[in-house]
């Protein structure tokens, strides 16, 4: 009787580790490719996981990576890896500059394909924060959850090469003081986002409530700086947004400038190169680039524009200002890339900020040909359509044009002024490149019509071109 109670329980036994055997065959890949470290101090460390092909996942605040071997639907008992990070804190994942090649293996994104080194895109899967050691502090890149990184001239590139450093005592940019830089990205390879990143870089306090130019380079903290946007100092942090990576900068004029490759100050922004220049020796500080509530510095993104300006897209309008932008472009005698001309198009359906979104779509319209015009480029650079839309004077310049109208401009300046220019005078040097780049000001129908009243008053017209209308601006607006 004993033996056959004994046999029972044995037979019991065989029966349920039989059931759990068939359980964790038929289970054991999906339920334990979520393969998790969820002990142990932050490192590597080796565990052992059921599952099959690649897994990933997480669990109590940890983020892990399984690999195993063998075909795709074949049960293996496979060693694992998992890479500790600290616990998210709001759901956001902080990690360092050093972290960076680690965030695949940490499960922290997903790539097209299984080799990171050779890849068209990576994926966010959670909110991560990159903190960057500063002199001044800590430097963060907030990058969003779902953000999609690309190649920015498209193709494969190795993600595991990605960096970030700080950048502040390298970086030099003529006539401006250097207040925090940074570099994220690949090195040589331009990454663009398809979600909007915000990065913060510490200054000093004192310049808390000041406006901040951030400038940036695709290739060195030395070179190819350009203004790309701008930001008010709060807390001693200056604060934007991107959606293309390189080098970055936050900065303010210094006393004086001469041109450097970033094309900000030198002769008054916008100085003819006649004989005017050589008799007159402008010392102007550049104007700081007026802070929008929003700007958005890369429009070709109608996602971003949608979501950062408010509005409801409008496929009808594009389609219809994609046509005259293609038009425009042909009568300029220029050549645009798909992305440029995409760029273009979503400016004028929908404006890039604050102040070029209260513009009509034939105002924008009528900037965007002003700009194609007077700077003769379709690599757009928006921090400056930003500032002919609100009363300031271009940064990149284009000097051979310049030069061809330079001609026509000093004579209509000479009938206003009476002289040439004098660009040591702020508001002659405006008029000027009021002339030179079409730049608007804030609306104000009553000194548009006084403008008007002078322009007739010295040309004996109404005014009609683009240049006639640009003198009555410099008219009502500024003399």
Known sequence: MGNLLLEKKISKFIFSTLIILVFTLVFGGPLYAQFIRTTGTEGWGFGYGYGYGVGYGNDGGTKSYRSAGGSDNQYLYNYGYGYMLAAPEGGVYT???????????????????????????????????????????????????????????????????????????????????????????????????????????????????????????????????????????????????????????????????????????????????????????????????????????????????????????????????????????????LTATEAQKTAMTNFVTYGVSTATKKFGAGERRAILRDYLETVGRADIIWSDI??????????????????????????????????????????EDLAWNTMMYRIRFTRDLVKEKAGIVKFKAKFFKSPASPLDWSTVRALGYIQ
């Not at 005592?169 to 986002?193: D, E, H, M, N, R």
């Not at 450097?260 to 020796?281: F, I, L, N, Y």
């Open 95 to 333: 990690v360092t500059s050093s972290d960076l090649g680690n965030l695949f293996e940490a499960g922290l994104i997903l790539v097209d394909g299984s080799d990171i080194t050779s890849t068209t895109e990576a994926t966010f899967v959670d909110d991560v924060t990159v903190e960057v050691t500063a002199t001044a502090g800590t430097i963060s890149i907030a990058i969003p959850e779902g953000a999609t990184f690309t190649k920015t001239a498209g193709g494969a590139f190795n993600f595991s090469a990605l960096t970030s450093s700080d950048q502040t005592s390298s970086a030099t940019i003529t006539g401006q003081s250097i207040q925090g830089a940074v570099q994220f990205g690949i090195p040589s390879v331009g990454l663009t986002s398809d979600t909007a990143v915000t990065i913060s870089i510490p200054v000093s306090t004192s310049l808390n409530g000041q406006a901040l130019n951030v400038f940036k380079s695709d290739t060195s903290a030395t070179s190819g700086w350009s203004v790309a946007a701008s930001c008010i100092v709060s807390s001693g942090i200056c604060s934007f947004s991107t959606t293309t990576f390189s080098y970055f900068a936050a900065s303010s004029p210094t006393s004086s400038n001469d041109d450097d490759d970033s094309g900000s100050g030198g002769g008054g922004g916008g100085t003819p190169v006649t004989e005017a220049e050589k008799t007159t020796t402008p010392t102007t500080t550049p104007t700081i680039l007026e802070v929008s509530d929003i700007f958005v510095s890369d429009p070709s993104n109608v996602t971003t524009i949608l979501s950062t300006l408010g509005v409801t897209r409008d496929t009808t309008s594009e389609t219809k200002y994609l046509a005259l932008v293609v038009k425009d472009i042909k009568e300029f005698k």
């Open 386 to 427: 930003e500032k002919i839309a609100t009363g300031q004077k271009v940064v990149n310049r284009n000097l051979a044009k310049e030069r061809a109208q330079v001609g026509v401009v000093l004579k209509v300046f000479v009938k206003i002024y009476g002289h040439q220019p004098n660009f040591k005078d702020a508001n």
